[in-house]
């Protein structure tokens, strides 16, 4: 994953709207009163801990309580807002790209996390692997590089063109079909689907504050001065209002495209 500075207050800005996918996710998993009683999960690229404290209240049920629940990041400063946190959960930082657990996994759950690590194609068995027989991948990331939101930062940054495509080649997924492919050699019950959420912002400049906390970051970060940084950002806003514009109501509705996945792995 990329090592450029995550700000939990800023990414915490669209805290419902992030979390939102999230709970969709965790809806269609099965829960101890349906019989699934995990003992082991795992929350990769948990952030701030608010997706993790999610799995906490779904798992940690009379019927399981001493579940072990773990949240994994590479930022320390997402950890260090999580640990504040009072729910019994482990918080470790590491690398997802070279993280292994110490003991077999019933849930590896992923949030909006997996973009920023490469090559799903080795990543998606590499992490089926960590599961238990019947236990599950539940990953969700968001789909939406080819909407205007993420377009216009390169035509924003044309006159640094080759440090913006460096940068935005971090955040690569593949087709539906290609996570198909890779999970069903491990996996049976593959369940994919993609769901557009229609964001009710309120701000200034939203889809700006939307992507500054996430996608434009190693943008950001790859320009050459705080003076290109102000002309990108300027040119990048002013797209950006003239493609989302505010109603008269002051509400911009931003349209965001996520693609969930659940796969199980077949039983030995």
Same mark, same amino acid.
């Given at each position: 994953?990329?090592?450029?500075?995550?700000?939990?207050?800023?990414?915490?800005?669209?805290?419902?709207?992030?979390?939102?996918?999230?709970?969709?996710?965790?809806?269609?998993?099965?829960?101890?009163?349906?019989?699934?009683?995990?003992?082991?999960?795992?929350?990769?690229?948990?952030?701030?801990?608010?997706?993790?404290?999610?799995?906490?209240?779904?798992?940690?049920?009379?019927?399981?309580?001493?579940?072990?629940?773990?949240?994994?990041?590479?930022?320390?400063?997402?950890?260090?807002?999580?640990?504040?946190?009072?729910?019994?959960?482990?918080?470790?930082?590491?690398?997802?790209?070279?993280?292994?657990?110490?003991?077999?996994?019933?849930?590896?759950?992923?949030?909006?996390?997996?973009?920023?690590?490469?090559?799903?194609?080795?990543?998606?068995?590499?992490?089926? $692997?960590?599961? *238990? &027989? %019947?236990?599950?991948?539940?990953?969700?990331? @968001?789909?939406?590089?080819?909407?205007?939101?993420? #377009?216009?930062?390169?035509?924003?940054?044309?006159?640094?063109?080759?440090?913006?495509?460096?940068?935005?080649?971090?955040? $690569?997924?593949? *087709? &539906? %079909?290609?996570?198909?492919?890779?999970?069903? @050699?491990?996996?049976?019950?593959?369940?994919?689907? #993609?769901?557009?959420?229609?964001?009710?912002?309120?701000?200034?400049?939203?889809?700006?504050?939307?992507?500054?906390?996430?996608?434009?970051?190693?943008?950001?970060?790859?320009?050459?001065?705080?003076?290109?940084?102000?002309?990108?950002?300027?040119?990048?806003?002013?797209?950006?209002?003239?493609?989302?514009?505010?109603?008269?109501?002051?509400?911009?509705?931003?349209?965001?495209?996520?693609?969930?996945?659940?796969?199980?792995?077949?039983?030995?």
């Amino acid at each position: 994953m990329t090592n450029t500075h995550w700000d939990p207050v800023r990414y915490g800005l669209f805290g419902d709207e992030r979390r939102r996918p999230a709970k969709d996710l965790i809806a269609r998993l099965p829960k101890p009163a349906d019989g699934f009683v995990p003992r082991h999960i795992v929350d990769l690229g948990c952030g701030p801990g608010s997706i993790t404290a999610l799995l906490d209240q779904a798992y940690r049920t009379p019927e399981n309580p001493d579940v072990r629940i773990v949240g994994i990041d590479s930022s320390s400063e997402m950890l260090e807002t999580a640990s504040t946190r009072g729910e019994n959960i482990e918080w470790q930082q590491a690398d997802i790209a070279q993280w292994e657990p110490d003991e077999p996994i019933d849930i590896l759950f992923s949030n909006a996390a997996l973009q920023w690590v490469p090559e799903h194609a080795k990543l998606f068995p590499r992490l089926t $692997r960590f599961l *238990r &027989p %019947g236990g599950l991948l539940a990953i969700q990331v @968001p789909n939406n590089f080819l909407a205007p939101s993420h #377009q216009l930062i390169g035509e924003a940054g044309i006159e640094w063109r080759d440090a913006v495509a460096e940068a935005t080649q971090q955040i $690569r997924i593949m *087709r &539906p %079909g290609d996570y198909f492919d890779v999970l069903s @050699p491990d996996c049976d019950a593959i369940d994919l689907w #993609q769901t557009q959420y229609c964001h009710v912002l309120h701000s200034e400049d939203p889809v700006f504050d939307w992507t500054s906390s996430t996608a434009l970051r190693p943008v950001l970060a790859a320009l050459p001065d705080d003076n290109a940084r102000a002309a990108f950002c300027e040119k990048y806003k002013t797209r950006l209002k003239q493609v989302y514009p505010p109603r008269e109501d002051g509400i911009t509705l931003f349209p965001f495209n996520r693609l969930f996945m659940i796969a199980r792995k077949r039983d030995a």
